[in-house]
Structures are given as C-alpha cells and as structure tokens.
C-alpha cells in the first residue's frame, strides 16, 4: 500500500491513501487541538476540490 503523509511546521500531519479493500481514498489527521483539526482537514478538502478540477 502506498500514500501520501505530509507533516506541518505544528508537527500536525495529515496522510492520503487509497483504501486497500474499497474504492475509495482515505484522509487521515492528527493534531494536538480540535481547531488544529478542522485547520487540517480544510486544507484536505481544498487540495481534493483543486486536484479534482474543483467540479464537486
């Protein structure tokens, strides 16, 4: 299995990867604060929207 891990300057990380048993890609987050979090995970959902062609 492969994927993607990129890991922040806040040691917040957030790893891309399909998943291995579905057709799907799984996201996964880690940070220290619930707003680390959400700060994550929209960075996730614009770099989706923009290598998607932003046509969700």
Do not use: C, H, N, Q
């Amino acid at each position: 299995m492969f994927g993607t891990k990129l890991v922040f300057d806040d040691g917040s990380w957030l790893m891309i990867r399909p998943s291995g048993t579905e057709p799907k890609v799984r996201f996964y987050i880690e940070a220290r604060t619930e707003e680390e979090k959400k700060a994550v995970f929209a960075t996730a959902e614009r770099m989706t929207r923009e290598a998607l062609g932003a046509g969700l």
